[in-house]
């Protein structure tokens, strides 16, 4: 069983470089998520922000420290697995010919998941949660609005149920209607277990409303203000 004292993921010492202009993009990093956090990070735009994020997800690779994983460091034969529990979901999802169910069957088809099968029913249930009706999994992908994709990209998310959500700006270019609508459904996500999340937002409303621990990032420096104090 799991060691509940343990945080989920962790950074520790994480630094990220551009190589080609001899710059840093992200500073030396030490971070811990705790199963039940909600985690903001808001900072100016270029500050570093999805940079952390992205190293984080193990997306890109990093120039020194590392990521672990329940305490035990993530090697790279590790990293499917690790994105299993860990999802990253950007600003602009990626879609697939075909119908929105079309989208949802996706996943299912990659290595990682063959274990598992697409539920229609779960995922009709995930939709319901950000507001849209069951007939929404037989709409064409071509058809969707930028929300409708974004909630799409959520459903596909989260009907594999990661224990972790990284959270790249995801309503940064959707109407109000429609941000509060994913919010909806992360926080549906949330109080299924014990999960946690980290929410890449330039809104501080949407900041305060969707996590209770508020992290800034600056020149690729990440603080957290409240023990700052």
């Given at each position: 069983m799991p060691n509940s004292?343990?945080?989920?993921?962790?950074?520790?010492?994480?630094v990220r470089r551009d190589a080609a202009r001899g710059?840093?993009?992200l500073h030396p990093t030490d971070f811990t998520l705790d199963a039940g956090q909600r985690v903001s990070v808001t900072g100016p735009s270029?500050?570093?922000k999805s940079v952390f994020l992205r190293s984080l997800a193990l997306l890109d690779p990093c120039d020194e420290g590392f990521?672990?994983?329940?305490?035990?460091?993530?090697?790279r034969t590790g990293i499917p697995a690790y994105r299993r529990h860990v999802a990253y979901i950007a600003q602009r999802p990626a879609m697939l010919d075909g119908s929105v169910e079309d989208n949802l069957h996706y996943p299912f088809t990659l290595k990682a998941y063959r274990d598992v099968r697409f539920d229609r029913d779960a995922a009709a249930r995930l939709a319901h949660a950000a507001g849209r009706d069951a007939d929404f999994l037989d709409k064409p992908a071509s058809e969707l609005s930028g929300g409708e994709a974004q909630i799409?990209?959520?459903?596909?998310?989260l009907q594999l149920a990661p224990d972790v959500l990284l959270l790249d700006e995801p309503t940064?270019?959707?109407?109000?209607?429609s941000a509060r609508a994913i919010e909806a459904l992360v926080r549906n996500w949330f109080d299924g277990g014990a999960r946690a999340c980290v929410w890449v937002s330039h809104d501080m409303e949407q900041a305060r409303r969707v996590a209770t621990r508020h992290l800034t990032m600056t020149a690729g420096v990440l603080t957290d203000p409240e023990r700052a104090q």
């Open positions: 004292s343990v945080a989920l993921v962790a950074a520790n010492g994480i710059t840093s993009l270029g500050s570093g990521i672990t994983w329940r305490g035990e460091r993530v090697a799409a990209a959520f459903v596909r998310v940064a270019s959707l109407d109000p209607a």
